[in-house]
Nanobody, 128 residues
Framework: QVQPVESGGGVVQPGGSRRLYCTAS????????MGWFRQAPGKEREVVAA????????YYADSVTGRITISRDNAKNTAYLQMNSLKPEDPAVYYC?????????????????????WGPGTQVTVSS
C-alpha cells in the first residue's frame, strides 16, 4: 500500500510561481511512476505531468508544457511540481498519483483509471 500526500498549495499571484510536493509513504514508493492531475470546479480531472520511477523520463500535458516541471527525489520518496507563470486557468485542486506497479519503464498513462494511488489533493489559487 502506498499513500501519497501533497503539500505546497496556496494563493499565488498571476504570473507567479509555486512548488508542490508529494511524499509517497509506504511500500516501494520510490520505485513507482508518479504524476500530477488537477481538477477545477465544474471541470473534469485532467493530467498535468508524469514521470517514470527513476525520474529520467517526464511527460506533460500540452497546456502546461514550458511552464511546469515535474521531478522527483527517490531518496526522499518525494515528487515535485514546479509551476511558473501561473495563469487564470491553472487554479485547481492538484492531486499526486502513484502507479501500482514497480520499475515500469514505459510511458505512464494520462488517464485517471491507470493510476492506483491518489493523494487527498492540495488547492492552488491564482489571485491578485
Amino acid at each position: 500500500q502506498v499513500q501519497p500526500v501533497e503539500s505546497g498549495g496556496g494563493v499565488v499571484q498571476p504570473g507567479g510561481s509555486r512548488r508542490l510536493y508529494c511524499t509517497a509513504s509506504g511500500r516501494a514508493g520510490s520505485s513507482r511512476a508518479m504524476g500530477w492531475f488537477r481538477q477545477a470546479p465544474g471541470k473534469e480531472r485532467e493530467v498535468v505531468a508524469a514521470l517514470n520511477w527513476s525520474g529520467d523520463m517526464t511527460y506533460y500535458a500540452d497546456s502546461v508544457t514550458g511552464r511546469i516541471t515535474i521531478s522527483r527525489d527517490n531518496a526522499k520518496n518525494t515528487a515535485y511540481l514546479q509551476m511558473n507563470s501561473l495563469k487564470p486557468e491553472d487554479p485547481a485542486v492538484y492531486y499526486c498519483v502513484v502507479d501500482s506497479g514497480t520499475y515500469y519503464s514505459g510511458k505512464p498513462s494520462f488517464t485517471t483509471e491507470w493510476w492506483t494511488y491518489w493523494g487527498p489533493g492540495t488547492q492552488v489559487t491564482v489571485s491578485s
